[in-house]
């Protein structure tokens, strides 16, 4: 599959080096500023963006994201607001790749194949289900491929051996390795942890791994750059953009891009750090 997921991760492994992944609440704080945020994080250095789907209960986020999702939904957000938001996005930006991060109900509510077809449009290049276990996606899995969006799987610390070419089979894009145990934001990852986990799970598949969940720093996201392809930073952009929405939200884009050019420098430099 040749598209801007595909691109981008062969282009920062042909650069010798990780990609920041970052990650927002779509509608946070308000669906018209939210364009703006995308843009600032590509302004600051994003190479991928997670948008996502804000859900009234979810299972995987720590208290950052869900206060993101709350001030989504209070100011109106729906699944079909954010595919014209990703629409919105697209007449401007047309290489950035764009990873939808969600849960089963609303997608499968607004039904799998209208979903499929809708993203696809709107210019969407992958999806994360984060309830939705391989052995359960063939309801969405089919639709996802008809219409070239790829289906990001996730690995936890527990996914063992056996459990492992499971969650691999019919993934692509990358390989959302979650790096601690419990919700975003709870915990910080261990760099010994990673790097045993990155060299086991790399026997498994040739696709890229993101690394997630606890990185919330430069120096943190530096340390994940030296072992995976990607590393995904979320809880702490939306923390920054729910202080910014309690002060002046017109300043939030700014405010983004100083911080995700902070954590791009980190991470597009740490190979070349480790090597000096």
């Known amino acids: ?63 950052a994201i869900q206060a993101g999702n709350l001030r989504a939904l209070g100011a109106g957000m729906t699944l079909r607001r954010l595919l014209a938001m990703v629409r919105e996005f697209r007449s401007i930006d047309d290489a950035t790749p764009l990873v939808l991060m969600g849960y089963a109900n609303p997608i ?36 996802l491929r008809a219409h070239g969006l790829h289906m990001v799987r996730l690995a936890t610390p527990t996914t063992d051996a056996a459990r ?46 993101a690394v997630g969940f606890g ?5 943190d996201a530096a340390a994940m750059a030296r072992h995976a392809d990607g590393v995904v930073v979320g809880s702490a952009i939306v923390n920054l953009i729910g202080a910014g929405a309690a002060a002046r939200a017109n300043d939030i884009p700014e405010q983004v891009t100083a911080f995700v050019r902070s954590l791009a420098d980190a991470v597009h430099g740490a190979r070349q750090e480790e090597a000096a």
């Open 164 to 209: 492992l070419p499971a969650v691999v089979a019919g993934a692509s894009g990358f390989l959302y390795y979650v790096a601690v145990a419990g919700v975003t934001g709870a915990n910080s990852a261990d760099v010994g942890d990673i790097a045993d986990a990155m060299a086991r799970i790399r026997t498994a598949t040739d696709l890229p791994i």
């Open 215 to 219: 990185i919330r720093t430069p120096a």
């Open 1 to 63: 599959m040749s598209d801007r997921l595909s691109a981008r991760f062969a282009a920062t492994r042909a650069g010798g080096r990780a990609a920041l992944v970052t990650f927002v609440t779509a509608g946070d704080p308000t669906p018209d500023l939210s364009p703006r945020i995308l843009h600032a994080l590509v302004a600051g250095g994003a190479d991928v963006i997670e948008v996502g789907m804000p859900f009234t209960d979810p299972m995987a986020d720590g208290p």
């Open 108 to 143: 499968l509510a607004y039904g799998g194949a209208a979903f499929a077809r809708d993203a696809a449009a709107a210019g969407l290049d992958g999806v994360i289900v984060v309830d939705l276990p391989p052995e359960e996606d063939g309801e969405l899995l089919p639709d």
